[in-house]
Nanobody, 123 residues
Framework: QVQLVESGGGLVQAGGSVRLSCAVSGGIFTMYHMGWFRQAPGMEREFVAAISGGTTVYGGSAEGRFTISRDNIKSTAYLQIANVKPEDTAVYLC??????????????????WGQGTQVTVSS
């Protein structure tokens, strides 16, 4: 059974940075696309970034402040957020999708999800 566990969230001051991790177990990590989404209260789930092999894709809200990466030895995906803003406050979820190809921005294309980690940005 594939499991995804996020960590690294918390309370962050505006202008600071945060690094989220997503540890994957129960599957072959290199066979998965990895994606990050976020969901603020009362809002729809929003695509942030995805990575497949060496290809990365970012959502419009990423604005150049977000960096997705992966460590295939540690079976972990990362999302680095620089210069955080109050509007970045949300639950951040990682997801895994089986197969190769261009990373997907649609949450419906992903097969496995973590439970999320809360990021709260104070102004």
């Amino acid at each position: 059974q594939v499991q995804l566990v996020e960590s690294g969230g918390g309370l962050v001051q505006a202008g600071g940075s945060v690094r989220l991790s997503c540890a994957v177990s129960g599957g072959i990590f290199t066979m998965y696309h990895m994606g990050w989404f976020r969901q603020a209260p009362g809002m729809e789930r929003e695509f942030v970034a995805a990575i497949s092999g060496g290809t990365t894709v970012y959502g419009g809200s990423a604005e150049g402040r977000f960096t997705i990466s992966r460590d295939n030895i540690k079976s972990t995906a990362y999302l680095q957020i620089a210069n955080v803003k109050p509007e970045d406050t949300a639950v951040y979820l990682c997801a895994a999708r089986r197969g190769a190809g261009v990373p997907s921005s649609s949450p419906f294309d992903y097969d496995y999800w973590g439970q999320g980690t809360q990021v709260t940005v104070s102004s």
